[in-house]
């Protein structure tokens, strides 16, 4: 049977990625090589947090703004990452040399609470330090889902109060959106459409969502989805351009009703979704703002790349 789901983080497979080094906790190692221990607080409870990037020509995209989200994270969870900005910083130009790596490269930064001494979950057993590992992989995504579109199917599991895990939280504990993906594929979607705890239309399961009426951005208020360094420079542009956009409630009428929909985050940038629930989104094509917030979004990271020549 062809598996005919596709998703926001497809890529083309890459030979050169079959060989790459790795950095775990100072040394950069084969692939193959590298390894963290099954008593690490990562593995054994999702106790860490974690960050993706990209490089493009040569420059790191938004790394100010993912680091800012990291060490915040870190802070609220009384995690130590053990080194400063500038030496993390150092960590992952280190990996991306040593795989002589200058674009279209995704980067997996991840911290965790480190290996513990006995198999609990109370932090004071993490004893021997955090564990940090930086993947960078060549991986350029997917140009053809632009005429493909997404899938979205509505899930009954939603995006949780503060109080319970904070959907702001990068954690390595993502079950709650895996269980949702789950759902969405079985219902023959690409992604799961999250709700928060009130009904109204959040986030997916992996991405930020915005909708298109009458020329009009919308996306959720941001108090139950991830805070998406994509979704806020998304936002940025609209505001920069004259493109009406609001951060605000809206239900599942608003987004069943909508011109256009798509999603954001760090790999795929923006992709079109064609369709929520079985119904058909902008007749099944990526429509006029969509096209234009992906020219000024290209544009940016341009500009960005240019300024630190």
Known sequence: MTDTHISTHDAAMDARNDDILIYVDGAVVHRDEAKVSVYDSGFMLGDGIWEGMRLYDGHISFLAE?????YEAALYLDLDIGK???ELTDAIWQTLNANAMTTDVHIRLMVTR?????PFQHPHLSVYGPTIVIIAEHSKPDASIVDRGIRLHTVPHHRGLPLTQDAKLNSHS???CIIALNHAVRAGADEALMLDPFGFVNTTNACNFFIVRKGAVWTSTGDYCMNGITRQKVIDLCRANNIPVFERNYSLVDAYGADEAFLTGTFGAQSPVFEIDGRVIGGGTAGPVFHAIRAHYKAL???????QL
């Open 174 to 176: 993502k079950l709650n």
């Open 114 to 118: 480190g290996r513990k001494k006995k």
């Open 84 to 86: 400063t900005r500038a």
């Open 66 to 70: 993912h680091l800012d989200r990291l």
């Open 301 to 307: 990271i341009a500009q960005a790349g240019a300024a």
